[in-house]
């Protein structure tokens, strides 16, 4: 099926799901003027966070006196801001950002220094020691946010303030990292710019902007190794983050040539982000090779360290992955972040591979660790992403300390609520796609879509009941003969198309369910099998022997203390206890699922912290919830995984 996959444009999509508009909406309504008070540091200054960004580039602009303030990455959230605000800008529903957003960019552009360097810290706190620290340092991490920015802002508005801000320093960085004489050989210790520069290149035809992106691709990992003659030029030692003493190359993905690698190591964010990078380059340059490497880290990935929540990145410590099947519950990391860049690389591949896997994993994501990150009132943040929760456990200076049981206001480390902003507010790119003739249908997210094709003209209104009974209605319109590809996803059962209330047996094409339309309207219906499914974890998931979690379609569900009471850990499932689905009044009508379990009560009251084996179960109907809402009602206890008690 033709060429690779095209974003759609997202001022032609409007959303009116049941549960995303509820999310989509706020991002104007709540979140972009809830993170741009952030970015501007809290009335209270007693706060530990009371950091400003704003700041930061008032004073690198000459504008104010002082210190720069907050970790050395956040001008990135200013960036990610600005980029969200783009997108709303563009999807219509946020127009009245745009004077503050011209202030900010001016503001941006006169922090900018006579050379085209931009980066707050280094410009404020240690101005002859640029480029010196690629390990810590995040300029060109905050550099590719800024493109970033730039590129959906000058799309969504046709200013080209910031793309010059942009193109002014990204020339700056071509001229001072590559393969010439005189050059420097560094690359990144925190990939982004890589997949920012073929945005850029993208948006300007400036094939050098691609060229750095491939520069700083193939350079990483090279011996000798670039990283580590920086750390023992500078004593051995890290100088921003204690945490990076004894480096392991592993943790930036530098111990081998990124195209050798084939499992995902070290910093989850990190990984994918570059991972998303070579996937496009891979497709700009016809790579074979290099999309390989993609296709296997992304199934390494997938199959093998992966959480069912989509989250990434298992290990509290340094943010990383560490070993196939190790997927520890209620330590879990799983950065909102981690699960956003895997969302983006998931989504470059199925653009270029056009095969619906790659959507099951982006549905997972989002329906799953992506929304949980943010709270249903848009301004509460959950950074880390556990599957289970004691809250008593989560104790400062322990190696628990970074799960918080309830969502929190911002982060002295603020990259994840933007990302889930940014995300949110650029839904569109995820549900449609379109190349040559066809149209796709990615994921069934109730929205209307136009978009021109094929010398005519194509609109979409779809109607999904995807959550409740997996009933999708798709009218279709188009005023030349065109295709239309719909996903169907891995949960969907034995499935019937009807088209113009006829039933049709579709072409298959890599899970897409293909029809070739004519002129006119069509109906186009079906239903997938939504109805709840316990699932099991692959047996060397060692967490997960012996246990079970609920499904409904995308949604993974959880038990709650809120609806169960305490002490989740004693509670045991039958896997052929009949489920119900119930209207239990959750936030966006999500459904909730009731089934009975089994209460292990341990009759030995003394309470003894051991003693001999003498228990008793009593049934209770117990209530599960989307876990993409837990934690929205009242603190408590939460589980994925539930214990299993053999069949009757
Ligand atoms: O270093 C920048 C961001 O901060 C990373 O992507 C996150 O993991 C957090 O460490
Ligand atoms: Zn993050």
């Known amino acids: 099926m033709g060429s690779r996959l095209q974003l759609p444009d997202l001022k032609e999509i409007k959303i009116n799901d049941s549960l995303w508009y509820e999310y ?4 104007a309504d709540i979140i972009i003027p809830y993170q741009w008070t952030r970015l501007n540091g809290w009335e209270n200054e007693s706060k530990d966070e009371s950091v400003c960004c704003i700041r930061n580039f008032r004073i690198a602009a000459g504008k104010e006196q002082g210190e720069h303030n907050g970790i050395v990455c956040i001008d990135s959230d200013l960036y990610k801001w600005l980029e969200t605000t783009a997108y709303c800008i563009a999807n219509g529903s946020g127009t009245e950002f745009g004077s503050i957003a011209d202030e900010a960019i001016d503001l941006i552009a006169e922090a900018q220094q006579p050379d085209g360097y931009i980066n707050t810290y280094y410009t404020i706190a240690e101005p002859d020691a640029r480029w010196s620290n690629l390990v810590e340092g995040h300029e060109l991490y905050c550099a590719g946010h800024m493109f970033e920015a730039a590129v959906a802002y000058f799309e969504a508005t046709g200013k080209r303030k910031i793309l010059d801000v942009s193109v002014r320093f990204a020339d700056l960085i071509c001229d001072e990292f590559g393969p010439e004489e005189g050059q420097r050989k560094g690359y990144p210790g925190h990939q982004e710019i890589e997949l ?13 902007y691609l060229d750095c992106a491939r520069f700083f691709i193939d350079e990483r990992g090279k011996e000798p190794n670039y990283l580590l003659n920086e750390i023992e030029q500078r004593g051995g030692h890290a100088a921003l983050f204690p945490e990076f003493n004894d480096y392991d190359l592993k943790y930036s993905q530098a111990h081998i040539p990124p195209r050798e690698q084939k499992i995902a190591e070290g910093h989850a964010v990190r990984a994918v982000y570059m991972y998303s990078a070579m996937a496009d380059i891979a497709q700009e340059r016809g790579d074979k090779e290099l999309l390989q490497t993609c296709r296997t880290l992304w199934k390494n990935v997938t199959e093998k360290r992966m959480y069912i929540t989509g989250g990434i990145g298992s290990s509290g410590h340094l943010e990383r992955f560490t070993t196939d099947y190790d997927l520890p519950n209620a330590s879990a990391y799983n950065e909102t972040c981690a699960a956003v860049g895997l969302a983006q690389f998931s989504r470059r591949m199925a653009n270029i591979e056009k095969s619906t896997n790659y959507y099951d994993i982006i549905e997972r994501l989002l329906y799953n660790n992506i929304l949980a990150g943010i709270s249903f009132t848009g301004d509460r943040y959950f950074y880390v992403n556990p599957l289970e ?3 008593d456990t989560c104790i400062k200076a322990t190696s628990m300390k970074h799960v918080k049981p309830v969502r929190q206001e911002w982060f002295p480390c603020a990259c ?11 839904l569109g790119h995820y549900i449609y796609a379109f190349n040559d003739d066809t149209v796709y249908i990615n994921l069934f997210i109730s929205s209307s879509y136009n978009t021109a094709l094929n010398g005519g003209n194509a609109q979409i209104n779809m109607k999904s009941d995807l959550l409740h009974s997996g009933e999708i209605s798709i009218l279709f319109n188009a005023s030349v003969d065109l295709r239309l590809a719909v996903r169907v996803p891995d949960f969907a059962g034995e499935i019937n198309f009807m088209v113009d209330g006829v039933e049709v047996m579709p072409r298959m094409d890599k899970g897409y369910a293909v029809f070739d339309l004519n002129t006119g309207d069509h109906h186009i219906e079906t239903r997938f099998d939504v109805s709840p499914r316990w699932v099991v974890a692959n047996q060397k998931v060692r967490e997960d022997v012996g246990k079970v979690a609920l499904m409904k379609g995308p949604c993974v569900y959880c038990l709650e203390e809120a609806d169960n009471g305490s002490d989740l850990a004693s509670v045991f499932v039958r896997i052929n206890s009949e489920t119900q689905v119930s209207d239990a009044q959750l936030p966006a009508g999500l459904p909730a699922i009731e089934y009975t379990a089994e ?3 341990n009759q030995n009251q003394d309470g003894a912290l051991y003693a001999p084996a003498y228990f008793t179960t009593s049934s209770e109907k117990v209530s599960a919830v989307p876990y993409c809402i837990w934690g929205n009602r009242k603190t408590g206890e939460m589980i994925v995984w539930q214990k299993l008690l053999p069949q009757d």
């Open 196 to 208: 920012a520069l073929i945005k850029l290149y993208r948006c300007t035809n400036n094939s050098r």
């Open 24 to 27: 989509t909406k706020k991002v």
């Open 416 to 426: 994840c609520p933007p990302n889930v902003a940014r995300t949110l507010a650029s």
């Open 389 to 391: 929760m004691w809250p």
């Open 599 to 601: 209460r292990l009560i």
